[in-house]
């Protein structure tokens, strides 16, 4: 999935390929009973249903000249069972079909979503989340028709071409040949069609994805665009957006329907044709009763070409959204076990940076030959101008990215070798970002351990200072919060996240900005929960405030692709360098 914006195209590499549909064939197999059965069912049904016209010819060719009214009754008898049968054995089909319909939509975005949440940072840094979803609903939804209903429908359409042909050419031969005689120019005329019918649908996937991911951005932003009174200029641009998606979907609906009028006018002409020879013939020739039947079988001789050609442009649309939900599931996983990864055992908490470079582009390095040594239990604060590497440490210490070169150790063991579960589950990792998921605090506090009681979950609040606001609030810990905390100030989402982190008892602790949203009071009242929580841990600590981390064992000012000054807080001021100007310009303000 190629990386871009709200506003720019998605572009594929592979042309028109089969094999996309034949992919899909895995999906189908696991209920592949319940589409066998639909398609009998069907092919009963269809059967059944074309047994009709034969039974009018019968009728007016030899019960009504003969006075046979017997034979009439009996004729009359046999097409009531026969449409009674028809419409059972439909509905008993549609209902298989809802079934496996559904089951494969959930089975495909089961594979999807389990794909997303393997797939590293790097993944969604450049990559409009918008546009992922439309993958996961949108696409998922267009396909599931026409990998059940259409395969089946397919299948019963081909064999009602060849079932109506033989009724047909057992009524007249001739006459038959007539209503064939149009087949040539369709298939002429669908061949013609079908590049540019591609490309229409595959512009409106593109024009549909840009959309959704520009209106996911601007719902996530909406505080924002109404604090700088933005809704007109943004307006402006999702209709501009909208525009382009209509104008795209008519022209692929006007493409589309050039199938079906074909074969509309070459059906009627072909009837007309057989009307005509058919006339020419009467008498002897051909029976009143035999042009009848023939005309009912002409037109539904035509019928499953018009549905087949409906499937066409079903399975046309079809291929270009598994493209894209195929592209996705093959996007490769950066960050993941190696084949021969280990468990990590239980850690002390020793890390070490062995000559480390990282770059997120490929191009501009973070780090350059970056080494640190830190031993278990030891503080390590990371200070340093915005944009030097402080957040890339920890993260690579996490391995939510992979090295360029060199290594990362933990208690001797390198995290590229050990499995990603062993690693993060060991760790305590408070990001910049504190996310905030919709249910109930308690929920949002048990997220990374499942089975932790509920005295567990209030002893962690109270070690961070969150207890307090917690009690205060409408349902206390059942109170529920919305996406993002919606509902919660910065300070106590912040709060929160910290306790989440606390309960998972990590050998590692990462903060990433952990206090910055934390006034003053509440943070001296923090102080005293860290002291508690940091003792016997390794902890990585970023802070702008430098007062939140005077108390660390060592202090790193990361500048330059690598460490530029260390020491402790006493140290680093004696130096009188980078540190000490930071804190003392600190100071002033």
């Given at each position: 999935m190629a990386r871009n914006r709200f506003d720019v195209d998605e572009t594929l590499e592979t042309p028109f390929n089969i094999k996309h549909l034949l992919r899909a064939g895995v999906y189908i197999k696991r209920h592949k009973q319940k589409m066998i059965l639909s398609l009998v069912f069907s092919a009963i049904s269809a059967a059944c249903a074309l047994v009709g016209p034969k039974l009018i010819e019968t009728a007016l060719n030899v019960a009504v000249p003969n006075r046979d009214y017997k034979m009439l009754f009996i004729l009359a008898g046999i097409m009531l069972l026969s449409i009674l049968l028809s419409i059972f054995f439909s509905v008993k089909r549609s209902r298989y079909m809802t079934v496996v319909g559904q089951a494969i939509i959930y089975d495909i975005r089961k594979d999807l979503f389990e794909h997303l949440q393997r797939l590293s940072f790097q993944f969604y840094d450049d990559r409009p989340h918008g546009k992922i979803l439309t993958r996961v609903i949108n696409y998922v939804n267009s396909v599931s028709d026409a990998l059940s209903n259409g395969i089946i429908n397919f299948i019963l359409?081909?064999?009602?071409?060849?079932?109506?042909?033989?009724?047909?050419?057992?009524?007249?031969?001739?006459?038959?040949?007539?209503?064939m005689a149009g087949i040539p120019l369709f298939l002429i005329i669908v061949l013609v069609i079908k590049p540019a019918q591609r490309r229409a649908w595959q512009d409106v996937s593109n024009k549909s994805s840009n959309l959704n991911a520009y209106l996911h951005e601007s719902l996530d932003g909406m505080k924002i665009t109404q604090a700088f009174t933005r809704e007109e200029e943004n307006a402006k641009i999702y209709n501009n957006l909208n525009t382009k998606?209509?104008?795209?979907?008519?022209?692929?609906?006007?493409?589309?329907?050039?199938?079906?009028?074909?074969?509309?006018?070459?059906?009627?002409?072909?009837?007309?044709?057989?009307?005509?020879?058919?006339?020419?013939?009467?008498?002897?020739?051909?029976?009143?009763?035999?042009?009848?039947?023939?005309?009912?079988?002409?037109?539904?001789?035509?019928?499953?070409?018009?549905?087949?050609?409906?499937?066409?442009?079903?399975?046309?649309?079809?291929?270009?959204?598994?493209?894209?939900?195929?592209?996705?599931?093959?996007?490769?996983?950066?960050?993941?076990?190696?084949?021969?990864?280990?468990e990590l055992p239980p850690i002390k908490g020793d890390v070490?940076?062995?000559?480390?470079?990282?770059?997120?582009?490929?191009?501009?390095?973070?780090?350059?030959?970056?080494?640190?040594?830190?031993?278990?239990?030891?503080?390590?604060?990371?200070?340093?101008?915005?944009?030097a590497g402080k957040t890339t440490v920890v993260n690579l210490i996490s391995r939510f990215y992979n090295i360029n070169s060199g290594r990362v150790l933990v208690d001797g063991h390198d995290i590229s070798k050990v499995t990603l579960h062993s690693l993060r589950a060991q760790m305590g990792i408070m990001l910049q970002d504190s996310f905030i998921f919709s249910g109930t605090i308690m929920d949002n506090i048990r997220y990374g351990r499942l089975d932790a009681t509920d005295e567990e979950i209030i002893a962690a609040a109270k070690t961070v200072r969150a207890h307090e606001f917690i009690s205060e609030m409408p349902d206390g810990y059942y109170t529920q919060v919305n996406e993002r905390g919606s509902r919660l100030s910065q300070g106590q989402k912040q709060l929160i996240a910290f306790a989440r982190t606390l309960l998972s008892d990590p050998k590692i602790l990462v903060l990433d900005e952990a206090t910055s949203s934390i006034d003053a009071k509440t943070e001296r009242l923090l102080q005293e929960g860290l002291q508690a929580l940091l003792k016997g841990r390794t902890s990585f600590i970023i802070a702008h405030r430098l007062s939140t981390i005077k108390n660390c064992d060592r202090i790193l000012y990361i500048s330059n692709k690598g460490i530029a000054e260390s020491g402790s807080h006493d140290e680093l001021m004696e130096q009188k360098g980078h540190y000490y100007q930071l804190y003392t310009a600190q100071l002033e303000e």
């Open positions: 359409e081909i064999f009602n071409l060849i079932l109506i042909a033989v009724f047909m050419f057992m009524c007249d031969v001739r006459l038959s040949l007539v209503v998606m209509y104008k795209s979907w008519m022209k692929a609906q006007y493409t589309s329907n050039l199938v079906w009028f074909s074969v509309n006018n070459i059906s009627t002409w072909v009837v007309g044709a057989m009307y005509l020879v058919g006339f020419s013939l009467l008498g002897p020739a051909v029976q009143i009763g035999t042009l009848i039947a023939i005309s009912a079988y002409a037109w539904r001789f035509w019928q499953p070409i018009l549905q087949l050609s409906n499937l066409y442009n079903t399975f046309i649309n079809a291929v270009a959204y598994l493209e894209r939900i195929f592209e996705m599931i093959d996007e490769p996983v950066l960050v993941d076990d190696a084949p021969d990864a280990t070490t940076f062995d000559d480390v470079t990282f770059s997120y582009d490929g191009s501009i390095n973070v780090l350059e030959h970056f080494n640190l040594d830190v031993k278990a239990g030891e503080s390590i604060a990371l200070v340093g101008p915005t944009g």
